[in-house]
């Protein structure tokens, strides 16, 4: 695994290629994207059944054909082994505690005046889960996009997958069954985006669209936002891991190696204190990469996309880490928590040595779908939030627009507003 | 203004219309405001100079010229009448006392089996605030978007507003000082979005965009989100109201003409449960009409957009103002508070007879940044929370990880993803 070091002369264009990580460009595909919007839009199912056959490779007889039934969902359930159903179990209930912390309150709050001002707090009434599908059919992101809506009350949960050759993952079904969800389509990619922003004669127009996706559903989502709300625009994992002469080499090798196992495009990222940490995790990389079902893939990806970077200090080594502001950032040093004040920017912070990053994919609570390519900049992980929204509540007694209202009213005419500063003053007439 | 009756045979069409208000097609403007995004990030100040002579007729010299310097807005502040002055106080004070409410805490939480889970807060570091300039320069937008940032805690906050022949608003700049602007650009339209987008030599990268504009600025929006985070799409301003026997029917005239001056795109929806009320409405409406100075946008606006729609009970009333869901909304009945419940969209709700909606413009309290065009069925005001961003936060114990990383490795065998699995096992070898 390449290694770097802040004081060679190269560094600055080498940290540069990092930060350049994952500038996806959706521009090559807005048009095809462009067009498989319009068509469902235009013609709804009909367009859905084309792109299906397109795509995914078999026939839609009747709209009927498109749904995912209970009851399939309930025998997938039924038949998945002792173990496993625990384990989604208990990943389930981890993750609906965590995500039940998150849940905002309405409030209101009095003046002496009279006014009453507040927040009212509200779920959507219906979103539109996406759960990419074929070999890449994870249950784990329908539990992870389930339920935060689930906590927020959404009354109505929509699911679309793709389906290639009409082949539906067992285990998706199951945690559908685990999740209670009602309504499931096997229609995916572009179309499925579109289907759910628009609504066609089978799939429910929702309010809000989330779900990790390849380049054409990330595209789509960013189409169709604005006409629904979207949760973020992700593009391909990654990880970076500070660490200090502390940390066990063995675990910083197969964290690294646990990002890039997912995706070519995947980004692998180590800042180290420690030459020694930095050489000898180097090698388990090697060592562990043989052992690897998805080897092909992490090698490439460590190789074209992952580094480990020596810096001069720890602070320097935070200062790199918070440009780069990664997706899944872990602490493995001695004093993780002490470092927690100066992380400004990372998705998900896995802190201390037994804290590896699949934890947080499967089983800890926090969600696993997060902000990549730097834009925990500005995004959060998906949370309860994407599912609720706000209204602003005002309440004014007459004492109060008493007192404020001609100062309101002058706010007013300045602005050359006058029914505006009419419709206070008619208030204040005697 | 035109009555309308939910029993009326056209009714359903009628409603359409209604609700189909706001459907603003972007496709329009998106080819040309895409070439301006592309201009700005090739050639950064060189096209805002080309954009500012061909828009807003005036010559940059030289780099500097886009500046606003924090002594002008200095002076605009010393230069206001005094009555105003503390008008802008006023609504400062209140504004942010209120978004001091909405400040989300970080919080961490502790399990028994030594396991700590929490979220992080933490404010963007670099906010963009677009304010429109010229006829619509409204100090009021300044401080709704420069507040919140402020209480969420971003330490660095840019300010871009058009000034066509390089002339600007004495009350913007008052309203910059009151705020403690420090770095404020005389760009407009979709090249200040691109420019705080992407940055230029001038103008900083920020991390979110926030504030009004028209449609190239919304169309801008919408082409820059995922390179940087948004507030919201939005569109022409609107009120729906709903009322009882109980409303006056003067409030209730110059309440929809405060909406319908805005802007001849602008809606002013009314439902009432009283034909009497809607009749003396909409006389009302014609004899304020007569009196404001932006009459002829006021009654384009109500005689294309506006109507008053006869319900049979409030229950109706209700029903049909959700599936509006308007920006702004007013209960003036007898029982405001007891209809909240009811209230599922709306953007900002106004309660009572002494809360007509410019009350919420200026010094309630809560923004006046709100979602349009249904959109408010998942979109909220705009809040803190628009310039912060949450890292989850994960410490498992080894006793935690004992304890729940085999049904994790589980978890990860079953998604074929061998290197996850291996990097929980690694941690539960003795």
Known sequence: MKIINTTDSN??????????????????????????????????????KEHILKFDKWEVKQDSDLEIS??????AYENIDEKLKKSLHIAYDRIKTYHEKQLPKSWIDFEKNGSILGQKVSAVDRAGLYIPGGKAAYPSSLLMNAIPAIVAGVEEIV?????????????????????????????????????????TQTIPKVDVITGPGNIFVATAKKLVFGEVNIDMIAGPSEIGILSDASANPRFLAIDLLSQAEHDEMASSIMITTCDKVAELTSIEVDRFLETLSRREIAKK???????????SDMQEAIKLMNEIAPEHLEIMTNNAFELLPKIKHAGAIFLGKNTPEPIGDYIAGPNHTLPTGSTAK???????????KKSSIISFSQEAIDELGEACALLADTEGLTAHAKSVRVRLEK
Chains 1, 2 share one sequence.
Request: proline letters at 3%; glycine letters at 8%.
């Open 70 to 75: 209970v009851e399939q969902m309930k025998k």
């Open 301 to 311: 990806s460590i190789d074209d996309r992952g580094a480990i970077i020596i810096a």
């Open 159 to 199: 699911v679309c997958t793709p389906t290639p050759n009409d082949e539906i993952n067992e285990l998706l079904l199951a945690a559908c069954h685990i999740c209670g969800i009602k309504k499931a389509f096997k229609v995916g990619g572009a179309s499925a985006i579109a289907a759910m922003a628009y609504g």
């Open 378 to 388: 500005f995004y959060s992980p998906l949370n309860v939030e994407n599912f609720l």
């Open 11 to 48: 560094f600055k264009e080498e940290f540069e290629n990092i930060l350049a990580r994952a500038k996806t460009d959706i521009k090559g595909v807005s048009a095809i994207v462009t067009n498989i919007i319009d068509e469902i839009v235009e013609k709804g199912n009909g367009a859905i």
